[in-house]
């Protein structure tokens, strides 16, 4: 599996994550508990991405641009986490930074993914995306593991 699905697929399950948050109007349990969990998957995404495959595209002016865009909606994606953290969970403010988050998220993975994804095809060879996935991968498993829950 090279990094590209491995990113995919993380994507989908933040895309699903998004998606049933955005979907808990009145339930503040639930809605504590998918975003607790969008939260700790998005978090540690963020900083392993950054880490593995940010890095070796900066270096490269065919991906550059498009990583560092890329690294300042990462910037902007945990700052709504962080609002939604300050705002109370049953209130009508939280909903809305919610959905904020879900559109943002959404555009993101789909930029990254139709853009990022085929510039640093031609940048990185077979051997550096599987080096680069098997460093996620293990970033990922200690991260998505190590972070916190609330």
């Not at 998918?34 to 270096?59: D, G, I, P, Q």
């Not at 953290?85 to 959905?99: G, P, Q, V």
Request: contains cysteine.
């Amino acid at each position: 599996m090279c990094i590209f699905d491995d990113l995919r697929k993380d994507h989908d399950f933040q895309r699903e994550l998004a998606n049933a948050l955005i979907h808990t109007h009145t339930d503040a349990d639930t809605r504590m508990e998918v975003f607790s969990r969008l939260k700790r998957e998005l978090t540690a995404h963020v900083y392993a991405e950054a880490e593995y495959l940010h890095h070796a595209l900066l270096t490269n002016d065919l991906t550059r641009e498009a990583s560092f865009g890329s690294l300042s909606d990462h910037r902007a994606l945990l700052m709504l986490i962080d609002m939604l953290e300050e705002t109370e969970y049953e209130s009508t403010r939280w909903l809305a930074i919610a959905r904020t988050l879900h559109h943002r998220l959404h555009f993101h993975l789909a930029e990254e993914e139709h853009q990022l994804f085929s510039l640093a095809s031609h940048v990185l060879d077979d051997d550096k995306r599987a080096e680069i996935a098997m460093r996620y991968r293990q970033q990922m498993t200690h991260g998505v593991m190590s972070a916190p829950v609330n």
